[in-house]
């Protein structure tokens, strides 16, 4: 009669405790989607949870049979840390998957610079990133090189400023130049008004006087307004009667 006591409770605590651990993971989950979490970190979140508790449980009902569960809890800890060592690699890009998923520095479809690669995201995995190349080739990161490095996110906003430097001639009129450069910017219909574009002179270089053309565009619009008025900017130039130099070198020879 003890034992079937016994085993009938360690029944009742097996039963009850992985439907608790089941509906805590559930209402876990759902609380963290409502947060808006990716639903790759809300499902290894909740499993997590759940295996815990599964475990916790199941040690409770052998303890209940009256079963030492001393030795099972060293011997669990043991594996886990063979484990834990063994995946060492694996559990740090796992952790740093959480990370990125958690943080979110940035998301599917942003154009990010990461780990001396650039390219458009494809996926965020727990364990690697995918990026995909603008010569489509897909590269498979591991999370946890990209946690360790400086990550750029060239889509985190919805305007860009094009930076362009422009040199001209020490003997050209620098306010004609500057003011040339700025209405070709200001005629250009993807230039932003506001912010304002920026014209300054930036450097006195060794041959030219370079000037500091700063518009500002739609994320979308960047690199065909830059080549654009890459073009427009050097026939302005030269018809306000501006020179773009360019290094040159002059050899003498001298007859001995």
């Known amino acids: ?33 409502r947060r808006r979490l990716d639903n790759i970190l809300v499902s290894f979140l909740g499993n997590l949870l759940y295996i815990a508790l599964a475990l916790a449980v199941l040690i409770a009902a052998l303890d ?48 990010i610079e990461a780990a001396g690669v650039s390219g458009t995201v494809c996926r965020v995995g727990l364990f690697s990133t995918v990026l995909l190349t603008p010569d489509r080739r897909e590269i498979v990161i591991p999370n946890a090189t990209i946690t360790a490095a400086s990550i750029v996110n060239y889509t985190a906003h919805a305007n860009r400023r094009i930076d362009l430097v422009i040199g001209v001639s020490y003997s050209d009129n620098l306010k ?8 070709t910017l200001a005629a250009h219909p993807k230039v932003l008004k506001e912010p304002e574009p920026q014209v300054m002179i930036l450097d006195l270089a060794d041959s030219s006087v370079n000037i500091a053309a700063r518009p500002w565009v739609a994320l979308d619009d ?14 302005a130039l030269e018809s306000a009667g501006c020179s773009i130099p360019f290094p040159q070198r002059d050899i003498h020879l001298e007859k001995v």
Request: no cysteine; glycine share 12%.
């Open 1 to 33: 009669m003890a034992w079937g006591g016994r085993i009938l409770i360690a029944g009742i605590i097996l039963l009850a405790g992985w439907w608790l651990a089941r509906r805590l993971s559930r209402a876990l989950q759902n609380l963290l989607r």
């Open 64 to 111: 209940q049979l009256g079963i030492k569960t001393t030795s099972l809890l060293a011997l669990l800890g043991a594996a886990g840390l063979a484990i834990g060592l063994a995946l060492k690699d694996s559990l740090g890009n796992l952790a740093s998957g959480v990370m990125l998923v958690a943080l979110r520095p940035f998301g599917d479809g942003d154009f």
């Open 176 to 183: 004609l130049a500057r003011d040339t450069i700025a209405a």
């Open 222 to 235: 960047y690199w065909t307004v830059r080549g654009e008025l890459l073009e427009q900017i050097k026939t």
